[in-house]
């Protein structure tokens, strides 16, 4: 079946460092990917997604390019803001059902 | 306008009662999904209908029993609600079942049991 894995957190960076989060999945046909992210005590908004192999998604300085052959998304900003602070989720778009990572904690600090 | 809207957003009660969890989305998506986020965050897929027809059921509890009276709607009625039911429920639809329809989530509903 379908999973996600992603690196466990939490991850804690300074304000403006480098932040990758990454994230490898198994699925079987040809699956849409996507990192949604969690502020604290609200619900899931997608950060971006990408629906073939080569596709770079990108949104609020955050990158992500679905690899086939190395069958990752991984996550990336070149500088992290104190407001970037959330969960962030990886997950994968099968048939009938969207399959998520565990969720990374990132924790930016001043 | 919210495209997938839940009631209430939070929702405290006593064990052994029953509760409802209410769902809408106004996409005019044929499928829409629940799942459950438990305390250490993690996410996983309760149930799936498309066009009203139940199409995953994930080794949930007969305690919990999905409802979609028509496509716009998907309700989670849950019996005998027990301590361990506490968590945030998140309501979802897309346009289809398929890899490349975006699933759109509600703003979830966090229940706690006492």
């Known amino acids: 079946g379908d999973s996600v894995t992603q690196m466990e957190g939490p991850v804690t960076l300074s304000e403006e460092a480098f932040l990758t989060i990454n994230c490898t999945y198994t699925?079987?046909?040809?699956?849409?990917l996507f990192w949604y992210v969690q502020y604290p005590g609200e619900g899931l908004q997608l950060l971006l997604k990408?629906?073939?192999?080569?596709d770079k998604g990108s949104n609020k300085g955050f990158e992500a390019t679905y690899r086939k052959e190395t069958t990752s998304f991984h996550l990336e900003k070149g500088s992290v803001q104190v407001s970037d602070s959330a969960v962030y989720f990886c997950?994968?778009?099968?048939?009938?059902?969207?399959?998520f990572g565990t969720g990374t904690k990132l924790q930016v600090i001043p | 306008d919210t495209a997938v809207s839940q009631t209430p957003k939070y929702l405290v009660t006593q064990m052994g009662n029953d509760k409802s969890i209410k769902c809408e989305q106004n996409?005019?998506?044929?499928?829409m999904y629940w799942y459950k986020q438990d305390s250490k965050k993690f996410l996983k897929i309760m149930f799936s209908y498309n066009n009203k027809e139940l199409i995953i059921n994930e080794t949930v509890p007969n305690r919990f029993s999905p409802k979609s009276p028509d496509k716009a709607h998907l309700n989670l009625h849950i019996n005998s609600l027990e301590l361990g039911d506490s968590a945030v429920y998140f309501c979802?639809?897309?346009?289809?079942?398929?890899?490349?329809?975006?699933?759109?989530f509600g703003q979830g509903t966090r229940l706690t049991v006492v």
């Open positions: 990408a629906t073939k192999a080569d």
């Open positions: 997950a994968l778009r099968g048939y009938q059902k969207v399959t």
């Open positions: 699925a079987t046909g040809y699956p849409s």
């Open positions: 996409l005019g998506h044929d499928t």
């Open positions: 979802a639809s897309s346009q289809g079942p398929f890899e490349n329809t975006e699933a759109f």
